[in-house]
């Protein structure tokens, strides 16, 4: 069975721009999670899609915003990028919703750097 | 915020088995502990979870005390593969806080 698969891998942008990443899940897996990891803040939680309705938000800014598609494919757009907003973007899928007892598998990451 | 305490590094030789704790003195009842370790430039990799009983799987094992205020994950033979940061983390969504987690290096 695939792995998650993160489309680009590798990303450069200037300030102000938009840029959207891709993010296909395992088979049958219906939950998306996206998380930012930077040096400094560490493995941080942007948000979570099960059956293309968002379920939880961590504290992004509204920059930052995503979407699931009735086959679970996501996309996380982030707006009006920010010098800070380099950083490794990481897509993970589940089973079910709401983690408990499920696990989450990771993609590879997105690595976007913003000039 | 996380809700775990980790130590920072770790060191342990090849072949040995690696013990590594972590402290989740708040954890609630219905709160989960997982453990993943990501090896540099890769996504965190899934390692073990558990609720109150100790569990074990073809990776490690997960030893929780019986007020769930600690665990220790035990590697139990380890190789230099394993040379990884260590994530330990509560939670019962997915909204999941990873702290600094713990260096771990393995020695030849």
């Known amino acids: 069975k695939a792995g998650v698969t993160q489309t680009p891998r590798y990303l450069i942008k200037t300030r102000g721009q938009q840029v959207t990443l891709s993010c296909s899940p395992i088979s049958g897996h219906r939950s998306v999670s996206w998380y930012q990891q930077t040096p400094g803040q560490g493995l941080q939680f942007l948000f979570e899609?099960?059956?293309?309705?968002?379920?939880n938000k961590g504290n992004f800014p509204g920059r930052f915003s995503g979407r699931q598609f009735s086959n679970s494919r996501s996309e996380m757009n982030v707006s009006t990028l920010e010098l800070g907003d380099s950083a490794l973007y990481l897509c993970?899928?589940?089973?079910?919703?709401?983690?408990?007892?499920?696990?989450?598998?990771f993609g590879p990451g997105t690595r976007l750097t913003v000039l | 915020d996380a809700k775990t305490t980790q130590p920072p590094s770790m060191d342990c030789a090849e072949g040995r088995a690696a013990n590594l704790p972590c402290n989740h003195s708040?954890?609630?009842?219905?709160?989960?502990v997982y453990w993943y370790r990501q090896i540099h430039s890769q996504g965190p990799q899934y390692i073990i979870h558990?609720?109150?009983n100790n569990e074990t799987n073809e990776m490690a094992s997960l030893i929780i005390t019986e007020d769930r205020k600690s665990s220790t994950l035990i590697l139990p033979h380890a190789t230099l593969r394993d040379t990884a940061v260590y994530y330990c983390?509560?939670?019962?969504?997915?909204?999941?806080?990873f702290g600094a987690g713990t260096t771990v290096t393995v020695r030849a």
């Open positions: 983390i509560v939670g019962n969504d997915y909204k999941l806080s």
């Open positions: 558990g609720l109150k």
């Open positions: 708040t954890i609630s009842g219905n709160e989960y």
């Open positions: 899609y099960f059956s293309e309705t968002q379920r």
């Open positions: 993970a899928s589940s089973l079910v919703a709401g983690g408990g007892a499920n696990e989450q598998f």
